[in-house]
Antibody, heavy 125, light 106 residues
Framework: QLQLQESGPGLVKPSETLSLTCDVSGDSIRNRDYYWGWVRQPPGKGLVWVGTVYWSGTTYYNPTLVRRVTISVDTSRNQVSLRLRSVTAADTAVYYCARIYYYGLGSRLYFMDVWGKGTTVTVSS | SYELTQPPSVSVSPGQTASISCSGD??????TSWYQQKAGQSPVLVIYRDTWRPSGIPERFSGSTSGNTATLTISGTQTVDEADYYC?????????FGGGTKLTVL
C-alpha cells in the first residue's frame, strides 16, 4: 500500500531556507504513470499548489513561488524533496506530499490520488 | 490569473442532497477533480476527470459539468460527509484549487 511521509524542521527562521522530504513507500518514484508534488495549506485557509516533479527531473512550479522553490527527486532513496528559500511568515503552513496522475505537458488530466499526512512548518524568529 | 470560485459554505440536512459548485473561465475545456478534507486530516480524492469516482468512494458522491461550472453532488448526505471540499483543475501547466466549500450537515 502506497504511503507518503513528510518530514522536516517544524520551525524555520525568516529569510532562511525551508527543506522538506517526502519518503515514498509501496511504490517507486520511477513509476512512469505518476508525478509527485507538494501542496500547502496556511492555517485556516485553503489548499495551494506548490509544484510537481517527474522522476526524470521535469518540474512545474506555482508561478507565485517559482523564484524561491526547488522540487527534486532522489530515486535511490525513493524520496521527493522541497526547498523554499527566503521564507517569511506567509510560508507558514501544513505541507503535503502527493502522488499525481498526469500524462505530462499537453495533458488535461491531473489529479492527486494519494496524500501524505502533512507536516506543519512555522516561520518565526 | 486563473481562479476557481466555490461558495464558502453549504448546509444540508441528513439524507438530503448537497450540491457544491465550482466555476472558472474555460473550466469547461479542462478536467475537474474534487477533494474532501475533514477537520485535521489530509485531503482525499473523491472525484476525478469530472465524473469518475475512485475505488472506495461511496456511490453517493458524483460529479458533473455544465459549461464552465463543475458540480459535486452528494446524494443522501450523511453526517460523516461534513468536511471542506475543494475543486481542482489544470490550466496549462499550473494547478489551481478552488477556495473551498465548508459543508455542514445538520
Amino acid at each position: 500500500q502506497l504511503q507518503l511521509q513528510e518530514s522536516g524542521p517544524g520551525l524555520v527562521k525568516p529569510s532562511e531556507t525551508l527543506s522538506l522530504t517526502c519518503d515514498v513507500s509501496g511504490d517507486s518514484i520511477r513509476n512512469r504513470d505518476y508525478y509527485w508534488g507538494w501542496v500547502r495549506q496556511p492555517p485556516g485557509k485553503g489548499l495551494v499548489w506548490v509544484g510537481t516533479v517527474y522522476w526524470s527531473g521535469t518540474t512545474y512550479y506555482n508561478p507565485t513561488l517559482v523564484r524561491r522553490v526547488t522540487i527534486s527527486v532522489d530515486t535511490s532513496r525513493n524520496q521527493v524533496s522541497l526547498r523554499l528559500r527566503s521564507v517569511t511568515a506567509a510560508d507558514t503552513a501544513v505541507y503535503y506530499c502527493a502522488r499525481i496522475y498526469y500524462y505530462g505537458l499537453g495533458s488535461r488530466l491531473y489529479f492527486m490520488d494519494v496524500w501524505g499526512k502533512g507536516t506543519t512548518v512555522t516561520v518565526s524568529s | 490569473s486563473y481562479e476557481l470560485t466555490q461558495p464558502p459554505s453549504v448546509s444540508v440536512s441528513p439524507g438530503q442532497t448537497a450540491s457544491i459548485s465550482c466555476s472558472g473561465d474555460e473550466l469547461g475545456d479542462q478536467f475537474t477533480s474534487w477533494y474532501q478534507q475533514k477537520a485535521g486530516q489530509s485531503p482525499v480524492l473523491v472525484i476525478y476527470r469530472d465524473t469518475w469516482r475512485p475505488s472506495g468512494i461511496p456511490e453517493r458522491f458524483s460529479g458533473s459539468t455544465s459549461g464552465n461550472t463543475a458540480t459535486l453532488t452528494i446524494s443522501g448526505t450523511q453526517t460523516v460527509d461534513e468536511a471542506d471540499y475543494y475543486c481542482q483543475t489544470l490550466y496549462s501547466t499550473t494547478v489551481i484549487f478552488g477556495g473551498g466549500t465548508k459543508l455542514t450537515v445538520l
